[in-house]
């Protein structure tokens, strides 16, 4: 790989999990062309031990803060190549998927890109799966740069804003700066996504998602423009298509009761640290 990139892992208590995230980045003296930042922020497991004793060559930062984007900026003010690829430590992403997201952003008027999310759902209850059956089918999800734990910027890309804010949803966030024509799902090419195991989790990681557009649309509203979710065009589909019905109804009430406990945790939150709920029944 010619052009040299620099990969940021903000890592948060994954000791189970940031051995797979990493190991396939020691392939093909990855290493020896490019960076590979861990960021471990308010780690209380052995997170920082094992990253070092897996390659003295990553990166290996340590914070007490326990915040994600305040480890994203901590690890491009340690970056030095372009692109920056952000990578979620639980995600395992192959070193052929990030040749192709850097070729993909050599296409003029391309500036940010991601692969399609590898859903891994051998371990789920049929609710869980019932819920992403209905979820691959929409146009949000069809779009790209959702639900696959990376993205990918270029220079031009990353120099659209100064640091990250200090807000849950930092790849929504980033989605936002571009508009459709200016960012691209780079096809052909996975990221692997461990889902909740039940269905609790599964409420738990949709109520995260939901407080995090709810920031958005109190501090960035400007950026929603960018960000079109609609659903028409798959409704009737679903309407029509009874074997879908179930699934349906699962994915509906998932979704309310998201909304539902987002609204009061915002309202409760307000002016104050939002509560971080994420998917502990795969680690």
Not at 7 to 18: D, F, K, R, T
Not at 194 to 199: E, F, H, L, Q, T
Request: charged share 25%; aromatic share 12%.
């Amino acid at each position: 790989m010619n052009q040299k990139v620099s990969v940021i892992i903000p890592a948060h208590n994954e000791a189970s999990v940031i051995s797979a995230c990493l190991k396939p980045l020691l392939e093909n003296s990855f290493l020896d062309n490019n960076q590979v930042i861990v960021v471990c922020n308010g780690c209380l497991d052995e997170t920082a031990k094992i990253v070092s004793n897996l390659s003295s060559k990553f990166i290996c930062l340590e914070t007490d803060i326990p915040s994600k984007s305040n480890a994203l900026n901590l690890g491009d003010a340690v970056a030095t190549f372009y692109p920056r690829i952000y990578l979620d430590a639980d995600v395992v992403i192959s070193i052929a998927a990030i040749k192709a997201m850097i070729k993909t952003l050599k296409i003029e008027g391309i500036f940010a890109t991601s692969v399609e999310p590898k859903i891994i759902l051998s371990k789920s209850a049929y609710f869980v799966k019932a819920y992403y059956d209905i979820w691959f089918q929409l146009p949000y999800y069809k779009a790209g740069m959702i639900g696959s734990g990376v993205y990918t910027l270029s220079e031009k890309g990353r120099n659209r804003f100064n640091k990250f804010p200090d807000i849950i949803s930092d790849d929504g966030f980033v989605r936002c700066l571009f508009n459709e024509q200016e960012r691209k799902l780079t096809h052909g090419f996975y990221s692997q996504v461990n889902v909740p195991k039940d269905i609790i989790n599964l409420i738990k990681i949709k109520t995260r998602s939901r407080l995090g557009r709810y920031e958005l649309k109190n501090k960035f509203p400007e950026l929603l423009a960018n960000e079109k979710k609609s659903y028409q065009s798959i409704i009737p589909s679903l309407i029509l298509n009874y074997k879908l019905w179930v699934k349906t109804f699962i994915y509906l009430s998932v979704n309310f009761s998201a909304r539902i406990r987002a609204k009061y945790q915002y309202h409760k939150y307000t002016n104050k640290i939002i509560k971080w709920e994420r998917d502990e029944s795969t680690r």
